[in-house]
């Protein structure tokens, strides 16, 4: 069941969060050569997941927000947004708690593994330099072919 006052703090946190954070830092990066804004997301958004409803809504906020936004700030600063699947996090510690959960999450991924707090950072690092120099606006799915794929 989804509560109101659930949607509110997912909002808060993570769609505005976003919105205060960029604001603070754009008079700075406005006037840096090749800035650029990384967002997250998450697969929910695009797979419709059940129990996702709350995170997937304030989630599909961000890729909005960051689509939007790469338009408002271009050329000056790119803005894009990493969607992963379920990465091995403390934050999904309880969903990855033992081996059989730990198996059965990586049996849903076409890559047949768990995503990895370096998959993430490396997608955010390539979007943050110049190498992506030519790329804003864009969703970014590092998800084990989750969103795209079916084997």
């Known amino acids: 069941r989804v509560s109101v006052d659930d949607m509110k703090e997912a909002m808060d ?12 830092a754009y008079p700075v990066m406005r006037k840096t050569p090749n800035a650029a804004v990384v ?37 000056k600063v790119r803005v894009n947004c990493i969607a992963p699947s379920l990465t091995d996090t403390e934050l999904a510690g309880d969903l990855l708690r ?15 593994r768990i995503g990895q707090r370096e998959d993430i950072a ?4 390539y979007l943050l330099g110049e190498e992506s120099s030519w790329v804003t606006g864009q969703i970014l799915h590092v998800d084990g072919g989750m969103s795209s794929v079916r084997v």
């Open 98 to 112: 033992d081996d059989k959960r730990r198996e059965a999450s990586a049996e849903r991924h076409p890559l047949k």
């Open 39 to 75: 967002l997250f997301s998450t697969v929910a958004v695009s797979q419709g997941m059940p129990f996702h409803t709350v995170v997937a809504s304030a989630k599909g906020a961000v890729e909005g927000f960051a689509k939007s936004l790469a338009a408002e700030f271009a050329p």
């Open 122 to 125: 490396h997608a955010a690092q």
């Open 13 to 24: 946190v993570n769609l505005y969060g976003a919105l205060k954070a960029i604001q603070w």
